[in-house]
């Protein structure tokens, strides 16, 4: 303990930094040298800390501003809906439209782009715009008793929502956007089998709905657009893990299965070009990037492919109960997105595959022991492998973040 | 950027004035009368997206194979469907032609566009699109009305509707040829599926026990499923109404002009029943201890009770088998039996009593004191009988063959080749007697009169008889005859029919109506 006493960086700086000042002030220092000296000290924290503070007002006014387009929202919903009797038609019309052109213009000269810089409640009314435009037509189809004999509606929604996201860059509407799709594919695939507008009986069209997603989001990472690649990956995650997860529990699509003595050859063809492919891409990976090994996401993803592909065919084949292989689908897909959202750092990836994970978990306890265990049991075994397993993920969590600190350091 | 963003708001509004524009000038413009369109069998629900909406049956007349067709009709095509509006009848089709917009109503007339579904006509299978379907011709061409499938109403409105009810819209012409409705009124009560009546001969009236199709009373905390019954006079029109605390599952008169009705507390759950008295008001005045409907095989009006499969219960059940009386102050003696098969129904008239036993090919006939008088064989599966003094007429061979049996058991006459025959009834007088069937020798049926020697004839007046499987087992009658002037009241699928005496008329009871219309849409 015979050194200089411990202080603490930032102290240090700041009474150099105001001896410097005041050395210069009594003229023993010129301004040259003063400003010299400066620069060897850190910068002054102050412009950080002033960042730090715009953003936590910036979040308490998003937060705000949103609360309020809420609330404004609810009210003028309450307001129609405890009126719309006493409109006339051309009251009503006139109400809607008005009210839908006033969120799309008031929302769009409030953002970045318009002529006032109030970005987040401009975003915020942009929003309740898009929501007025769905429920415009709903209300036209009321106001004429008109009867929707397919889901133009819904694409007509999901296509301006899409448009109106990527012109005001606002995720929300591209989450908005989305739902507009799955319901749209929903309807479509309902209608067309005299099913209703979300037909839930299909697991297997949404996972392909799911896995289109996923490829967009991929491509908008591609494209360096991260926070729009996040929300198309979460919906196509949840539209694959749901639908799988369904199919584990119940095999819906019973029909959906090859009849081998009957199938043409064109069904064979299709069966093995992917598995060719999935060589070929293995091959490429391991011979012509040489630096990437096999444990590393191309490669692992091109392996995650082979046995999806396997089970898919495994699948298509069983012609009894199929449920099983479908756990193991499900698992096999959240263990590879908790893989992939480690190795991506994608917090999208990794949360909605530990989510799921979880969920793939908890049903096959329900499934198994429900009647086999006493319901105290059950529940006690239940909740504490709940913590314990919540307790282990956080320790796996923070052990990751930590080799992502050190990686980029 | 702004531009663009104005352009994606121009584009959506765009689509809005689609939707509007056509609608608009359709409605500024018409001019036109309106019609009255009556639309039964009406059920209120609610969509997320469309809010609350009213769909039926429209009581347009729909089949037209009279009407002649223009030649040459191919699958697709836009016709002209011409309705004519006459006094005390359904709006009937007078002539189709090719076109996509009619002219104005008129007073006496009105045209709704259609599209060809299928130009061959006959069995094919026609995919309905949820639309009206007319068919016109013979052989059939089936059209498609370009008329709304639902209508909107407030949402407010649903709370009205306890069941099927009738409904009353003007339908407009519309100046760009699309029909639409307005004034949309909620004007009576009609009949559900399991709708049950009674006739009462002292009084001449009808009593129609309909229950609510409605959840509310959970939630208001009542015990029972609530019922309503409707009371109409001799010529069908409104008495009045009352609300039951129950399900009436069967009902009969007794002797005395009183209500005998099997009744249950829940909707839905019919395992237990109580035999119930119901006075004028539809109280119930003496109930028996509830028993499993199962063991209930039919009413008997004398002695004020029901027949019942006697002994404790058992799965599955053992032969020997007895039937016995269960009236309003507990069971009552003989027993009749035994029996080697569970007896499918049994009917009385007067101190005779028949059993039928389905599964063992016969029918037995018992006295009062419970002795066996005659045993009717070379049967094929006997499913439900009517009896008269001459004997029984016997429906049997899975409801496609009706036979008559002599008061001695000799098989009188035997007519194969029916499909679905539903009830059949002896005429006063051993003269023959009615049936109700779906087809006869391929053709459409409905009401044929049988003659004494079995003889088949078309009854004048068309019904269509509600029909049955081989399951629906019924307590109660299926066809009741008027004592004092003859008609006979039988379900038809949305009305209950009455057959004046000479078959010449059908007059139908399609429901209650309110003293005063009710608007369903502000």
């Given amino acids: ?150 889901a133009w509606s819904f694409l007509v929604q999901w296509i301006a929502w899409l448009a109106v996201a990527y012109v005001v860059r606002s995720r929300l509407v591209l989450f908005l956007g989305l739902i507009g799709i799955t319901t749209w594919f ?38 360096g657009r991260r926070e729009f690649a996040a929300a198309w990956a979460l919906v196509g995650l949840l539209l694959v893990y749901l639908s799988t997860l369904i199919l584990s529990i119940f095999d819906l699509q019973k029909s959906f299965r090859l009849e081998m003595s009957t199938a043409p050859s064109l069904v064979w063809l299709l069966f093995s070009v992917p598995y060719v492919l999935a060589i070929v891409m293995l091959a490429v990976i391991h011979f012509k990037w040489q630096r990437v090994s096999l444990a590393e996401p191309p490669a692992m993803l091109a392996l995650l492919l082979l046995v999806a592909l396997t089970i898919v065919s495994v699948v298509a084949i069983t012609p009894h109960s199929r449920e099983l292989w479908f756990i193991l689908l499900l698992t096999l897909l959240t263990s590879a997105g908790i893989y992939l959202g480690i190795a991506w750092e994608s917090p999208v990836f990794l949360n909605t595959s530990l989510v799921f994970f979880a969920v793939n978990l908890y049903t096959r306890f329900y499934e198994y022991f429900w009647d086999a265990m006493p319901k105290s049991l059950f529940f006690v075994v239940g909740g504490a492998a709940l913590i314990l397993g919540g307790v282990w993920v956080e320790r796996m969590r923070r052990r990751v973040v930590r080799q992502f600190g050190t990686a980029t350091a | 950027m702004r531009g663009l963003m104005y352009l994606i708001v121009a584009a959506q509004f765009a689509v809005l004035a689609t939707i509007i524009g056509p609608q608009e000038l359709n409605r500024a413009l018409d001019s036109g009368p309106t019609v009255d369109v009556e639309i039964t069998h009406a059920r209120a629900g609610r969509d997320t997206f469309r809010g609350a909406y009213v769909h039926g049956q429209s009581a347009l007349d729909l089949d037209a194979r009279a009407v002649a067709l223009p030649a040459g009709l191919k699958a697709g095509e836009r016709v002209l469907v011409a309705f004519a509006v006459e006094p005390n009848r359904r709006p009937r089709i007078t002539g189709v032609e090719r076109g996509r917009r009619g002219g104005p109503f008129t007073a006496t007339s009105f045209t709704v566009p259609g ?190 009770g029901v027949f019942i499969l006697a002994g404790p219960v058992s799965f599955p059940r053992k032969p020997p088998h007895f039937v016995q009386r269960l009236t309003l102050t507990g069971l009552r003696e003989p027993k009749l039996g035994p029996f080697e098969s569970v007896p499918r129904t049994v009917v009385s ?71 679905g025959l539903t009830w059949a009834v002896a005429e006063p007088g051993g003269g023959g007697g009615i049936v109700a069937a779906s087809t006869f020798e391929g053709a459409e049926a409905g ?10 004839t078309h009854v004048p007046a068309t019904a269509r008889p509600q029909p049955r499987t081989d399951w629906q087992r019924r307590v109660g009658a299926s066809v009741i005859r008027a004592a004092r002037d003859g008609r006979l009241l039988f379900l038809e699928n949305e009305a209950i029919a009455i057959l004046s005496a000479d078959g010449s008329t059908v007059t139908r009871v399609v429901g209650f109506r309110l003293p005063t219309e009710q608007r369903l849409r502000s």
């Fill in chain 2, 115 to 304: 599209r060809v579904l299928d130009a061959r006509g006959g069995t094919r299978y026609v995919r309905s699109e949820g639309g009206l379907i007319a068919r016109v011709g013979t052989p059939a061409v089936s059209i498609v009305l370009s008329l709304p499938a639902s209508i909107a109403v407030d949402d407010s409105a649903i709370g009205r509707f306890a069941g099927p009810s009738l409904i009353r819209a003007s339908l407009h012409a519309g100046y760009l040829g699309r029909p639409y409705f307005t004034d949309v009124r909620l004007t009576g009560r009609g009949w559900p599926s399991d709708v049950r009546f009674v006739w009462d001969d002292q009084r001449e009236r009808l009593l129609v026990f309909a229950p609510r199709e409605t959840m509310t009373y959970v939630a208001s905390g009542r015990t029972a499923s609530p019922s309503d019954l409707f009371v109409f006079d001799a010529a069908g029109k409104e008495v009045g109404t009352r609300e039951i605390e129950g399900h009436v599952l069967e009902a009969t008169m007794d002797g005395e002009g009183q209500v005998l009705a099997l009744m249950t507390s829940q909707r839905w759950n019919h395992s237990e029943v109580s035999l119930v008295r119901l006075d004028e008001d539809g109280r119930a005045v003496e109930r028996s201890p509830p028993i499993a409907l199962d063991r209930v095989l039919g009413f008997d009006v004398a002695s004020r």
């Fill in chain 2, 349 to 419: 008239a007067g101190s005779d009593v028949w059993v039928v036993e389905n599964e063992r090919h016969r029918i037995t006939r018992w006295d009062a004191s419970g002795q066996q008088t005659r045993e009717y064989r070379d049967l094929n599966g006997p499913l439900d009988i009517a009896a008269d003094a001459g004997g029984l007429y016997v429906i049997e061979a899975s409801r496609t063959q009706l036979t008559r049996l002599t008061e001695d058991g000799r098989v009188a006459w035997r007519v194969p080749r029916f499909q």
């Fill in chain 1, 186 to 223: 929903g309807a479509e695939v309902g209608y067309c089998w005299g099913g209703y507008w979300l037909y839930l009986g299909r697991p297997f069209h949404f996972i392909g709905l799911g896995v289109t997603l996923i490829a967009v989001g991929g491509v908008h990472a591609w494209r």
């Fill in chain 2, 447 to 456: 009401l044929l009169r049988v003659g004494p020697d079995g003889a088949i």
């Fill in chain 1, 1 to 150: 303990m015979d050194g200089p006493p411990q202080v603490a960086p930032a102290l240090r700086d700041r009474i150099l930094r105001e001896a410097i000042l005041g050395w210069r002030a009594a003229g023993a220092l010129g301004p040259d040298q003063a400003e010299r000296l400066l620069a060897t000290l850190a910068p002054s924290p102050a412009p950080r800390r002033a960042a730090d503070n715009e953003r936590k007002l910036g979040r308490g006014v998003t937060i705000l501003v949103n609360l309020g387009a809420i609330i404004l929202a609810a009210g003028l919903l309450i307001f129609f809906g405890s009126n719309w009797i006493e409109f006339g038609r051309a009251a009503k019309i006139g109400s809607i439209l008005a009210l839908t052109l006033f969120f799309y213009v008031a929302g769009f000269e409030l953002t970045r782009e318009g002529r006032f810089s109030f970005p987040k409640l401009g975003l915020a009314l942009v929003f309740l715009g898009c929501v007025m435009f769905g429920t415009d037509i709903v209300l036209l189809a009321l106001i004429y008793d008109l009867t929707a004999e397919h």
